[in-house]
């Protein structure tokens, strides 16, 4: 009996000490939880205030930087540059990585060999990274005359089957045409007429995708009048303002865009608070961040499924317009408007949590004092 008395005793201490342990164990498992947890807050919360109280931005990473945020997918980018290729290809990959999968590549003008060569060259290799190009042609360097319209016809021809051998996603038929005329042998009328006559015959050419035309802004109301024709897409280029004078008429040119050609016949190929320099509508960063906002909030309501911010960089040719600036830093647009586009106002986006994976079975150590 005395044995047995101390086989039992010996017994319960074990069941003691093994029940110490699972406390103790799963105690250390949830402090592991809880600081991976407060970690996780503490760096978030360092990278909100070091965004928010910095004038420049860092380099922009593969997720934005606000825990909530997330970019509208229908947003995309217009890209220049093309006479320094080498840093194109550096802002495609970064355009990438962020989430931009629709770019415009520079329009060059037909006249301009070097700009075309090196506009192409663009495009083969934005296309070879997965990238959905818009791409195409314009006559903007010189006046559009009844004279030399044929050329610029058979341009456009050449052009649409250069974009179809080579993998464009979207061929535009031209940037502004009309207010690149001459105004007497060539009228407005006269050149919308022109181009829906040369949509209908590259239809039967370019077959990848959609065929479009940039409308510039101040002539909407000329192309919803005479309509788009074969023209596939009619999107058009619209700021808020610029020069000095803003008001909500962008707000009415969308409305009446939809309404006119339906929310899959219409996008934006550009827009930015204002055609003549972010500087212009304002040097305060905070204030074009707002302005960004403003109109992609805006253009996601209007039910437009597509909008393309113009434009990624400044370059030499074409400062004042970029979400980065020519000394590398970012504008506030580019992290607080842009990699935020799809923002907690349009749609609920569950807050990151940090996991821990934890093994089926945690072996139990007894408690040691000293």
Known sequence: MRYIGIIILIVLCLILLLLTGCIVNTV?????????????????????????????VQEPTEEPETENSQEWSGLGICLHGVDNLPELYDDVDTLLANGFTQIRI????????????LSKTAVLHTVAKGVQVIWGITGGEVPITAANWAAHR???????????????????????????????????????????????????????????????????????????GDIDILPSNLYMGGNGSYDDGWKTLITNLVNAFGVDGTYLTEFGPSWSGLDDYSEDEAVQAAAVTEMIEYIKASGMTRALFFTYRDTSWLSGFGARKSDGTYRLLWNQALLNSGSIKSITVPAKTAKISLPDTIALMPKITR
């Open 28 to 56: 250390n498992a949830e402090t592991v939880i809880e600081n991976i947890e407060n970690q996780k807050d503490f760096n978030q919360s360092s990278n909100n205030f070091q965004s928010s109280s910095t004038g420049s």
């Open 106 to 117: 520079h329009t060059p003008t037909y006249t301009n060999s070097n700009a075309l060569t």
């Open 154 to 228: 058979q341009a456009i021809l050449d052009a649409a089957q250069w974009s179809q051998d080579n993998g464009v996603y979207e061929f535009l038929l031209g940037n502004e045409e009309t207010a690149h005329v001459d105004g007497t042998t060539m009228t407005v009328a006269q050149i919308i007429i022109n181009l829906k006559s040369v949509a209908t015959d590259v239809q039967a050419i370019f077959t990848n995708g959609n065929v479009s035309y940039s409308c510039w802004g101040a002539k909407i109301d000329d192309w919803i009048t005479a309509g788009k």
